[in-house]
Every structure is written in structure tokens, then in C-alpha cells.
């Protein structure tokens, strides 16, 4: 019996389903193959080839921020193209999964690795610097010891705009008495 090139060649690529079809992930030509239509191709470049790469994306922006964290912190970079196409792979995971989301671990990750590789630009310093602003007044407004792991994000991501030299807020002030009064009650808790 003769197989279709596409379902040969399904066993060697990984399959992303988008907008109900699915799609071989063609790394090497930088493209999505429709299964059912052969003809059908997406571009990785293209703006929809970018939303299909945020889609399959999942959780590898943490990896992508070790990688360029790691690159950094060793003095190396990667090559231009490299280097670019990852600028626009976190910028694009930063502003659809993280901003828009409300995800303090994306817009963590992907700013980490923007600022690693150098490539925040004012408009992202801005639009993060003001959901930081928002979710620091809505954490404020919660439950702190229900919150801890979207304090310890939103923590991080005021740590790398510090290295960055920016100014702490007075917000975080009253969020890290927050923290410190809940933290006491825990602890005095564990101590009953």
C-alpha cells in the first residue's frame, strides 16, 4: 500500500492542530503543511505562521528565556537571525499569551529573554511597565497568600526592570508588607 508523503512524513514531524486542521511542522522549510490539503502552506514568517508558532509554543518561552539568560550571563549572542526570529517568536508569546492573558510567568519569561538579548524597545518597556502598574494594584486587592506565585512573577519581573534601572514603585512597597503579614500568619500557623 502507498502512503501520501504527508502521512509518511507525519511520523518524523511533530503535528500542530489550528483553527480545526492540522498542520506538519516543517522546521526545516520554516513552514505548516496542511495534512488534508498539500497545497496548503503557511509561511512561519507570515503574521498567521506567527500565531501558529505561539500556538504550539506551550510552555517552551521558560526555555527560551534559560537559553538567552544562559548566552548572556556567558558573554556570547546568538547570530543575527537567530537572534532576530527569537525577538519576534517572545515578543509575539509576550503580548498574546502574557498582556493579553493577564500570565505574570509569560510576560516574565519573555521579557527576560527580550532583555537578555537586548531587544526591549520603549513600546514594550511601556505596555509591560503599565500591566506591572495594573497587576500590582489588583494583587493588592486579593488574597496575598493565595496569590504567591503570581507575586513571585510580578517580584521577578520588578527585579529585571531594576537591573534595567528603573525606580521601585511605592506599590511595591505596600505589596511587600502584604507579603511579609501573610507570610507571619502562615508561619504562625505552622507553629500552632
Given amino acids: 500500500?502507498?502512503?501520501t508523503t504527508a502521512k509518511r512524513e507525519s511520523r518524523l514531524l511533530p503535528i500542530l492542530c489550528f483553527e480545526e486542521r492540522d498542520f506538519l511542522v516543517d522546521i526545516e522549510r520554516r513552514q505548516f503543511r496542511d495534512i488534508g490539503n498539500a497545497a496548503y502552506v503557511v509561511s512561519m514568517h507570515s503574521e498567521k505562521g506567527r500565531r501558529m508558532i505561539a500556538e504550539c509554543a506551550g510552555q517552551e518561552?521558560?526555555?527560551?528565556?534559560?537559553?538567552?539568560?544562559?548566552?548572556?550571563?556567558?558573554?556570547?549572542?546568538?547570530?543575527?537571525?537567530?537572534?532576530?526570529?527569537?525577538?519576534?517568536?517572545?515578543?509575539?508569546?509576550?503580548?498574546?499569551?502574557g498582556i493579553k492573558e493577564?500570565?505574570?510567568?509569560?510576560i516574565y519569561y519573555c521579557f527576560g529573554a527580550l532583555a537578555a538579548l537586548g531587544a526591549v524597545d520603549d513600546d514594550i518597556s511601556q505596555l509591560v511597565s503599565g500591566w506591572f502598574s495594573?497587576?500590582?494594584?489588583?494583587?493588592?486587592?486579593?488574597?496575598?497568600?493565595?496569590?504567591?506565585?503570581?507575586?513571585?512573577?510580578?517580584?521577578?519581573?520588578?527585579?529585571?526592570?531594576?537591573?534595567?534601572?528603573?525606580?521601585?514603585?511605592?506599590?511595591?512597597?505596600?505589596?511587600?508588607?502584604?507579603?511579609n503579614?501573610?507570610?507571619?500568619s502562615e508561619l504562625a500557623n505552622i507553629r500552632a
Fill in 1 to 3: 500500500m502507498k502512503q
Fill in 61 to 97: 518561552w521558560e526555555d527560551t528565556f534559560y537559553a538567552a539568560e544562559s548566552l548572556n550571563m556567558l558573554g556570547a549572542s546568538l547570530n543575527p537571525e537567530k537572534s532576530y526570529l527569537c525577538r519576534i517568536w517572545c515578543r509575539d508569546i509576550l503580548l498574546e499569551k
Fill in 102 to 106: 493577564d500570565r505574570p510567568d509569560v
Fill in 134 to 179: 495594573s497587576a500590582t494594584e489588583e494583587l493588592l486587592l486579593t488574597n496575598i497568600s493565595l496569590n504567591y506565585e503570581n507575586v513571585h512573577f510580578s517580584i521577578m519581573l520588578h527585579h529585571l526592570f531594576n537591573t534595567a534601572g528603573k525606580t521601585p514603585s511605592a506599590q511595591l512597597n505596600l505589596l511587600t508588607e502584604r507579603i
Fill in 181 to 184: 503579614i501573610a507570610l507571619a
